[in-house]
């Protein structure tokens, strides 16, 4: 079977029968065999019968890259982009948007009369801690009539997740598991010991290395040669043990036949870094001629549209040389640029944060991992499986290489601690998705609107949150029943008194039991009566349900729920003038690392707003809600000066003079803005009937709408 001239792979053309019969599938499939092509079979398939579309992503850069896709395939007029952010061609048969978009239409029960599909790729994001309830709640509010999709190159538990999504829409779930890779992959060891080494020649030469650093360490005999600090030996031992091995050791061993390379890191500081420390060392380019005459071309055009404020000199010379970096933070323009650049093959070299592993189709021959730990926001932790192999399965270009290569940058003295993880990461049996179902407050408020109490129980209790405990309850009911017939042959009741030792101990054990028993299956719902019950004694909610100011505000605001409802309520948001409160929803929206510097401190007015604001965030409403949801609530008045500044109409590069930072932050800012003008819409729902501030908030996203904000990333 062919589709768009490609022969179809059988996993391929398996899944693309089930959707051509009208049944919903989920496929498990590596990075890079092809998962997409059977997204745009059903995108196609909805589009040639006049029905409206959804393809769902779970991070920003991929829906974007969707939108261009689909824009070249199927024309600009039938294709859309709602991220929250952005907004274009809202009414288009084939809408890409985020998850969270999807979910908020679902529940406030806008019109989709005319959907046939929807397709959730990286659907594993279920299990994200903080948004994979979005997940749920659409694959529970989606109609049995449309048809869904769901995508994966991690989903290990896939039979288990179908068997529960077949149990919610009533109806078979097909799956589809590929696990071979369309281009293998060849794991192996760098450091400045060893060289590029496979696993097994690695740990020979550590277990030597090892064996050196214990004799080393023995104590000496007493000597006049080594008094003082350790003496030679000990410097030498020292020097030796503390020289990590650099990136650019690892450059010179892949320079070649296993470029192009992605070298992932864990900061946007460190990607700018290593990527500029390259460029000063790598001397000439790494491009051949011709690639430097598409590659000066393609930046002349480039720096005419941006200007050079944004490539600069330094720029200029690193992408001629084929290197580059890319993180979250860069701006807009440079993003959507670099990503060009490497897909049209002039990029040989990539530093890049975790951003790039989240299913945006771009491989290379070969991926580094500079280190086998991320930080997550609250810590460093190490990689899961799943999070090592998003990451390794960029390696390997189909129908160019015959092997990717991942590489991880390992030094001796960190070996020990990393050899069990690693043995994971190479058997590829990655964890399986779990729930992590946690209805956010505006859910709740706009079930409570919308549904009766049974209703809610009833969508809540069919959550895969649910269905697992239900499922593990009675499991340890099986337990429960043996255990009680096993005590009952050896003569015990409920009520027997002189009972052996042994028989005391079953009896304790069953006890036991029937408690876990009874407790898993209604956790789910018993959270919701909690956050119930503290939406009436903040007052949100009226002892009998109703819905009190707090609670009609709470049913529009989706960012920072509480906090922004409290702000509503304090009337500050009739009082401020725009640009003031645009930078409050900037500072509610974002927040700056430490490493960046202010150059300036709040002064007058925007002082005071920000002390007010500062005791909104800080009372016992806004504290209450942030322990109950466990997520800490954002605010940085530190961003209050870059919101005023863009709403007073100031350009990106004027606000380079707010700070000073070792990394680019504009796309963060833009980013920000953008967050913020999404929070300035929800406010507005809120304000319908008042004309006066309606009109202002409108004028005031206006106003922000402009340059860089409005640019497709």
Request: hydrophobic share 40%; charged share 30%; aromatic share 8%.
């Amino acid at each position: 079977m062919e589709y768009c001239g490609l022969t179809l792979d059988s996993f391929q053309e398996a899944a693309i029968g089930f959707l051509d019969e009208g049944s919903s599938v989920l496929v498990s499939a590596p990075t890079g065999t092809g998962k997409t092509l059977i997204a745009d079979f059903l995108v196609e398939k909805a589009l040639k019968s006049g029905k409206q579309v959804i393809y769902t992503a779970p991070v920003k850069a991929l829906s974007n890259q969707k939108y261009r896709d689909y824009c070249r395939l199927h024309g600009e007029n039938n294709v859309g982009l709602v991220t929250g952010d952005l907004v274009i061609r809202r009414d288009a048969p084939c809408l890409v948007m985020t998850t969270e978009i999807l979910r908020n239409m679902l529940l406030t029960g806008d019109p989709l009369g005319g959907l046939a599909a929807v397709v959730l790729d990286e659907i594993h994001f279920l299990d994200d801690r903080e948004r994979g309830t979005v997940w749920e709640e659409v694959l529970i509010y989606l109609p049995p009539s449309v048809q869904i999709l769901g995508l994966s190159a991690t989903l290990a538990n896939l039979e288990e997740f179908a068997d529960w999504l077949s149990a919610v829409r009533g109806t078979r779930v097909e799956t589809i598991r590929h696990p071979e890779r369309s281009v293998p992959l060849h794991v192996m060891l760098a450091s400045h010991s060893t060289g590029l080494a496979e696993p097994k020649a690695y740990e020979e030469a550590w277990r030597s290395w090892r064996k050196r650093e214990n004799q080393d360490t023995r104590p000496a005999k007493k000597s006049h040669r080594h008094r003082g600090k350790g003496g030679r030996r000990h410097q030498q031992h020292s020097q030796r043990r503390g020289r990590p091995t650099r990136h650019t050791q690892i450059f010179e061993m892949l320079r070649g036949d296993m470029m192009p390379y992605l070298y992932f890191v864990f900061s946007r500081r460190s990607a700018e870094a290593c990527a500029r420390g390259l460029g000063q060392r790598a001397g000439r380019s790494l491009l051949d001629k011709k690639r430097q005459e598409q590659m000066r071309l393609r930046l002349r055009e480039a720096m005419d549209a941006v200007g050079p404020e944004v490539i600069d000199d330094e720029l200029y010379d690193l992408y001629m040389k084929g290197i580059a970096f890319h993180h979250a933070g860069l701006h807009v323009q440079l993003k959507a640029l670099v990503e060009e650049l490497y897909e049209s093959k002039l990029i040989d070299v990539l530093y890049t944060t975790s951003t790039f592993a989240l299913g945006i189709n771009m491989p290379a021959r070969t991926v580094v991992l500079d280190a086998l730990e991320k930080y997550d926001g609250r810590g460093t932790r190490p990689l899961t499986v799943r999070e090592f192999m998003q990451k390794a399965g960029r390696a390997g270009r189909r129908g160019m290489d015959t092997v990717g290569y991942v590489v991880v940058r390992m030094d001796f003295d960190k070996f020990s601690e990393a050899r069990t993880r690693l043995g994971r990461y190479l058997d590829d049996e990655p964890e399986g998705v779990d729930s992590s179902f946690n209805l956010s407050f505006n859910s709740i408020v706009n079930l409570l609107e919308r549904l009766e109490k049974e209703q809610i129980r009833d969508m809540v209790e069919r959550s895969f949150l649910s269905w697992r405990l239900q499922r593990k309850a009675e499991g340890i009911g099986e337990r429960v029943d043996a255990l009680e017939a096993s005590l009952k042959e050896e003569g015990w009741t409920p009520d027997a008194k002189d009972l052996s030792p042994a028989i005391r101990r079953k009896a304790r054990e069953l006890r036991r039991l029937r408690r876990r028993a009874s407790k898993g299956p209604g956790r789910a719902w018993a959270d919701f009566l909690h956050r119930r019950q503290f939406l009436k004694e903040i007052g949100y909610l009226a002892e009998d349900g109703s819905f009190n100011a707090g609670a009609r505000i709470l049913r529009h605001i989706q960012i920072e729920e509480i906090f922004t409802t409290e702000l509503v309520l304090s009337g500050l948001v009739e009082e401020l003038p725009s640009d003031l409160l645009f930078g409050v929803l900037c500072a509610m929206t974002n927040d700056l690392a430490p490493t960046v510097r202010i150059g300036q401190r709040l002064q007058g007015e925007a002082r005071n707003v920000a002390k007010q604001v500062n005791a909104i965030r800080f009372g016992d409403t806004v504290l209450q809600a942030e322990r109950l949801m466990d997520n800490e609530v954002n605010w940085d008045p530190n961003l209050m000066l870059f919101g005023r500044a863009w709403a007073n109409g100031q350009a990106l590069v004027e606000l380079g003079n707010l700070y000073d930072s070792p990394t680019d932050i504009s796309g963060q800012l833009i980013s920000g803005f953008r967050r913020a003008k999404d929070l300035a819409s929800q406010i507005r729902h809120i304000y319908r009937e008042d004309d006066e501030t309606f009109d202002r908030l409108s004028e005031l996203m206006r106003s922000v709408s402009r340059d860089e904000v409005e640019v497709v990333d």
